[in-house]
């Protein structure tokens, strides 16, 4: 199952966020449109974008085709914000679709917050900018269509992607996403720590397994030192794997650790 393979991406290799469609009318099987999502219950936009964006972003060029809004939503509120901004109206200007990208950019705890209800409402947008570790509980309540017809438009070739990151933006056959931006994560070790506890500090660890047998020997809490160190204020590799597989640091009120829920596990 490609879904297993995700989540092991996601834990050894980086984050990828994929513009990803969501919303839209139609139904499971309709999966071959890039302009919208197609899931019975979950769907949420006009009629016209459903009739027209297909024909669009197959390669017309007549730009005869009569206007389509589409709207976008993502956490990029920052000076990110700004660039995507650009990059959308740029797009806005020069098209020759007849297409117009409305972005709304927000927090991520409120784009978190909004999605979920904004699905359930049939008032979702036609695309989402997201990260790996959020998209499978969308993909798996069906709110996410195949947009693998990305790679079929003039002038894109999936050979100028990294194959990592494409199949990063596939859960089993179903293809989520179209790589947009990737962001790579580091681990970094205390050398003089590793001496003291007997490790080679010129080997840092390379798996799971090893950094947990290493944090064992690493810990000292009459020091209050302890093995690995995991960030909750950033968006660490480990978060976004507990996240793929519905887990958590703690529950919703954060009164009760889940660290060692079975989503975790």
């Known amino acids: 199952m490609r879904k297993n393979c995700l989540a092991a991406a996601g834990l ?3 984050l990828a966020a994929g513009l ?3 919303g839209g009318s139609g139904n ?7 302009g919208n999502s197609g899931n019975a219950g979950n769907s949420g936009s006009s009629e016209k974008d459903t009739e027209s964006v297909p024909e669009k972003t197959k390669g017309s060029q007549t730009g005869s085709d009569k206007p389509v809004t589409l709207t976008f939503w ?11 901004q650009q990059i959308v109206n740029d797009f806005n200007e020069s098209n020759e679709y007849n297409v117009t990208i409305e972005m709304d950019a927000m927090p991520w705890a409120t784009f978190n917050e ?3 209800a904004a699905i359930a409402s049939g008032n979702a947008p036609d695309f989402v900018l997201c990260s790996t570790g959020y998209y499978v509980p969308y993909v798996e309540s069906g709110s996410f269509q195949d947009v693998s017809d990305f790679y079929e438009l003039p002038g894109v070739d999936k050979a100028d992607f990294d194959p990592n990151i494409v199949d990063l933006l596939y859960y089993d056959d179903l293809c989520v996403g179209i790589p947009m931006q990737v962001i790579s994560h580091y681990l970094y070790w205390d050398k ?3 001496a003291a506890a007997g490790l080679d500090p010129e080997t840092p660890p390379k798996t799971w397994e090893e950094i947990m047998k290493n944090a064992e020997i690493l810990t000292d809490k009459s020091k209050n030192q302890y093995g690995f160190n995991v960030p909750t204020d950033n968006n660490v590799v ?3 794997a507990m996240y793929a597989y519905g887990g958590s640091y703690t529950n919703a009120d954060e009164t009760e650790a889940l660290l060692n829920s079975e989503a975790n596990a």
């Open 114 to 116: 909004k999605l979920p």
């Open 238 to 240: 480990p978060q976004y």
């Open 20 to 22: 990803t469609a969501c």
């Open 28 to 34: 499971a099987g309709n999966t071959g449109n890039t």
């Open 74 to 84: 993502n956490g990029f509120t920052s000076t990110d914000g700004d660039v995507l």
């Open 12 to 14: 050894i290799l980086i």
């Open 192 to 194: 003089d720590l590793y």
